[in-house]
């Protein structure tokens, strides 16, 4: 009997029953199919993620390009663009159950902390809005990080993409 590995994506573990009939990727979703949904194949914990890289990009985006019309506020804008690029891609990254989700997820948690830092820094509205949507994403970001490692599924010091 084939001993259960880490996968390629470092999320999901594939097992003998997996291996045949091909059911597990990279975080451990089923494999598509006629009889399963995204919401259906993924954690409440990826679900509460999934929405908060959503919304963080739309209030990133919001604050950069509010920040582009203001003095002094060139940093922030940058921060609140990369943040707002690196959300939009995590989402498509952990909705396809990308061998590298984990990886940018943490990439994600040190942006969004770096302009949820500086946008702190304005008395803005938009500012101040950013600075406390990026933290709770950033939360729920490392809460589902920390799942995944306490499950066995990645395990320290374990890089995404070794067996």
Same mark, same amino acid.
């Given at each position: 009997m084939t001993q259960p590995r880490q996968q390629a994506g470092g999320y999901g573990t594939i097992?003998?029953?997996?291996?045949?009939?091909?059911?597990?990727?990279?975080?451990? *979703?089923p494999a598509p199919g006629p009889d399963i949904t995204l919401e /259906?194949?993924?954690s409440e914990e990826m679900r509460v993620v999934l929405?908060? *890289?959503? #919304?963080? !990009? =739309?209030?990133?985006?919001w604050c950069a390009d509010r920040c582009?019309? #203001?003095?002094?506020?060139a940093e922030c804008a940058?921060?609140? @663009?990369?943040?707002?690029?690196?959300? @939009?891609? =995590?989402? #498509?990254?952990?909705? @396809?159950?990308s061998a590298f989700g984990a990886e940018l997820a943490e990439v994600f948690v040190v942006a969004a902390e !770096?302009?949820?830092r500086e946008c702190a820094r304005h008395?803005?509205?938009?500012?101040? #809005?950013? !600075? /406390?949507?990026?933290p709770r994403a950033a939360r729920a970001t490392r809460k589902m990080l920390a799942s *995944? /490692?306490?499950?066995?599924?990645?395990?320290?010091?374990?890089g995404i993409g070794q067996f």
């Open positions: 097992g003998p029953m997996e291996q045949q009939q091909g059911t597990v990727t990279g975080q451990g *979703f /259906e194949a993924i929405h908060d *890289f959503v #919304e963080s !990009a =739309n209030v990133a985006e582009l019309d #203001e003095q002094g506020m940058r921060l609140c @663009r990369d943040v707002a690029d690196i959300a @939009r891609l =995590n989402v #498509e990254l952990l909705a @396809r159950d !770096a302009a949820a008395p803005t509205k938009h500012c101040q #809005e950013c !600075a /406390e949507v990026l *995944f /490692e306490q499950g066995g599924q990645i395990q320290p010091g374990q």
